[in-house]
């Protein structure tokens, strides 16, 4: 069983910043494509941003490029998603997701249902 658990989530003021931070366990980390979702109130949950399996490839939202930047770790079996210059309109919960791909390449998923594994999701609160 692939487990997902995210963390980093909190309050913080309009052009601040967060690390989350999501750990993989259950399944080789490095045969997982990683994505990044969020669901602010009333709206639906939205793509942010992904990276391959290799690493070598990411994709951003439009709304996110310049300002949060994807990464992994294999040694630590954790996926981070760095955000900066936050806006209120950032404000959602984040989820984790991983797709297992079973081997190392430059492929990136945008799309949920693409994804087989999902966090419980940290909140992210940004304030004027």
């Known amino acids: 069983q692939v487990q997902l658990v995210e963390s980093g989530g909190g309050l913080v003021q309009a052009g601040g910043s967060l690390r989350l931070s999501c750990a993989v366990s259950?399944?080789?980390?490095?045969?997982?494509?990683m994505g990044w979702f969020r669901q602010a109130p009333g709206k639906e949950r939205e793509f942010v941003t992904a990276?391959?399996?290799?690493?070598?490839?990411?994709s951003y939202a439009d709304f996110v490029k310049g300002r949060f930047t994807i990464s992994r770790d294999g040694a630590k079996n954790t996926v981070y998603l760095q955000m900066s210059s936050l806006k209120t309109e950032d404000t959602a919960v984040y989820y984790c997701?991983?797709?297992?791909?079973?081997?190392?390449?430059?492929?990136?998923?945008?799309?949920?249902?693409?994804?087989?594994?999902w966090g419980q999701g940290t909140q992210v609160t940004v304030s004027s």
């Open positions: 990276i391959s399996t290799s690493g070598g490839s990411t």
């Open positions: 259950g399944r080789t980390f490095s045969s997982c494509a």
């Open positions: 997701a991983a797709k297992g791909v079973g081997y190392s390449n430059n492929v990136v998923y945008e799309m949920q249902y693409q994804y087989n594994y």
